[in-house]
């Protein structure tokens, strides 16, 4: 009888090794599972929140003014963001209301010419006023500058 005995204990030894192999394979294969699954949701999570944030470029309304008698030169941040706009002997009272892409802070600067005289600028930031400077003498200079406001809570999609 040892015969018989000795082929059947070799088979339950390479059983034994089969079912460590497979449940270690097991194992292998759920933590790549488990794995791409928490993966993926931080890929989904990360979806939802480009896709909460606007994909069109958002701006908002600012109000350059610049109150005075005479004429001055102008600089103005408008709605090119990094793009001064420019006009030169403007007669004053002046005013503009331009959109400025989020991101680019609003300023306007003025200077007066050799007669001198007085001018002040304001700057208002949808419809808020943020900044009044005022500029005296020949070739006096003054400049009104804001920061950037948040996005309102409308500009995001629901």
Known sequence: ???????????????????????????????????????????????????????????????????GEGAADVSYRGSGGDEAQVVTHVGLPWRKTVSVPLGASPIVNVTLGENGGTASCTLAIRGKHVQRATATGAFGRTTCAGETPAPEASAAPQ
């Open 1 to 67: 009888m040892p015969t018989t005995e000795e082929p059947n204990h070799r088979i339950d030894r390479i059983d034994r090794r089969g079912a460590a192999v497979a449940a270690a394979l097991l194992l292998v294969c759920g933590a790549f599972v488990t794995y791409g699954f928490l993966d993926t949701e931080t890929d989904d999570e990360a979806a939802g929140e480009r896709a909460a944030r606007p994909t069109a470029v958002a701006s908002y309304d600012v109000t350059y003014e610049v109150l």
